[in-house]
Each structure stands twice: as structure tokens, then as C-alpha cells.
């Protein structure tokens, strides 16, 4: 939505008010997931090999696989 469709008041007002609720979002979700208040598997953790992350890494930088030419 643009300051032409909600005015600059509100417009500004919602700029402001979007990344605190967001991070008022995550920090919430994490205090809720480190206490284990949502079961036992709700949140499945994988860990990757310093490889792999490198890797990782690489793909999101260039866009592709680094390794095809």
C-alpha cells in the first residue's frame, strides 16, 4: 500500500510499526520453542557439515551450482 492510498500518517505509522512486530513475532516464537512449550518435534533441526554450508554458501552468492560451468 502507498502514501497515496493510506495518507502519510498512517503510512508512516505502519512503516514504523512493521519491523517491531515482526522481531516481537520472532522473539516470542523463540522463547516459545526454548522452552518446549510446542511438543517435542514441531521444529526439526538438521546439521550440515562445514562443507556443505560452504557450499550452501556459494549457490546462494552466485545464483547456481558453482560447480556446473
Known amino acids: 500500500m502507498s502514501v497515496a492510498t493510506l495518507g ?5 505509522w505502519r512503516l514504523g ?10 522473539v516470542i ?3 516459545i520453542v526454548g522452552r518446549g512449550w510446542l511438543g517435542g518435534q514441531f ?7 562445514t ?8 549457490i546462494v552468492l552466485f545464483g547456481n551450482d558453482p560447480l556446473i560451468a
Open 8 to 12: 502519510w500518517e498512517l503510512a508512516v
Open 17 to 26: 510499526a512493521t519491523p517491531v512486530l515482526s522481531l516481537s513475532a520472532g
Open 29 to 31: 516464537t523463540h522463547f
Open 43 to 49: 521444529v526439526m533441526y538438521h546439521q550440515l557439515e
Open 51 to 58: 562443507e556443505q554450508l560452504l557450499l550452501l554458501g556459494l
